[in-house]
């Protein structure tokens, strides 16, 4: 299994598994971007999974459509998607390219917005969240609220530490250089600034990140610790809970330069 990271537009990643015979694609915003890998390697292209409906992540559906040809495409159910696709809920599991992914419902970016976990054998999980989670923040709230939101990003939490964060931007210097004004004494924030400038000096990606390091550096996954806290009610938490921390850090985040 190979996993790899397509950029796309400005900042998206569409991520491909293969298997260097086939392969499948997770929120293919553009279609040139695939097209031109699977060409490069010799793919075929024989699925499309969809985390939600806005146009980066939906824009190459009908590129894609003829070199799918009867292959699958899944998405959310509770979203709209151009047809035809296979609807997908809380605890279904797809099968394609002879591996299962978990689908677990995670609104609050969008109201339907869905992630799909795969569970190697001997291997990481890998986790596709689309704009729910990303390193070191989380998406913005178009559809959802933060209750839904905290309740999404807390279930993402309890995956495996090892599970491979598969996200669909590299937002992740500017989310850590939030995420510094929030939790300024956190000393493994800085440990990842410091690894993820580097990665990005070399002109290489940030992600996949890991579980185990969005817990321990991602305020909006950190919201009952309390120097997270102590900020959020800085910028006016109604009280102390995990949704009311969230909706501060998240507007404090979306005006946040």
């Known amino acids: 299994m190979h996993l790899v990271a397509l950029p796309a537009f400005t900042d998206n990643y569409i991520w491909m598994l293969h298997d260097r015979q086939r392969a499948l694609v997770v929120d293919p915003g553009d279609a040139a971007p695939v097209l031109a890998a699977l060409d490069a390697q010799g793919l075929e292209l024989a699925a ?36 035809p696709y296979i609807a997908q ?6 099968q394609a390219c002879g591996w299962d992914f978990e689908v677990i419902d995670v609104p609050g970016h969008t109201a339907g917005h869905i992630a799909y976990v795969h569970r190697p054998a001997g ?102 610790v309390p120097e997270v806290v102590a900020s959020a009610i800085a910028q006016g938490a109604t009280d102390a809970s995990g949704p009311a921390v969230l909706a501060a850090l998240r507007e404090w985040k979306n005006g946040f330069r």
């Open 48 to 83: 499309i999974l969809v985390t939600d409906h806005h146009p980066d992540h939906v824009g190459g559906l009908a590129g894609l459509r003829a070199r799918l040809g009867d292959g699958p495409v899944f998405g959310p159910a509770r979203e709209r998607i151009p047809p």
């Open 89 to 94: 809920v809380d605890g279904d599991v797809v």
């Open 123 to 224: 291997r990481a999980p890998i986790l596709f969240c689309g704009d729910t989670l990303f390193s070191g923040g989380c998406g913005r709230l178009f559809e959802g609220t933060p209750a839904q939101m905290h309740h999404s990003l807390s279930r993402l939490a309890d995956l495996p530490g090892q599970t491979q964060v598969c996200c669909a931007h590299e937002y992740t210097l500017s989310n850590l250089k939030f995420a510094a004004a929030v939790e300024p004494g956190n000393a493994a924030l800085q440990r990842y600034i410091a690894a993820c400038q580097a990665l990005r000096a070399r002109g290489e990606y940030t992600l996949p990140s890991s579980i185990e390091v969005e817990r321990s550096v991602n305020p909006f996954m950190r919201c009952d």
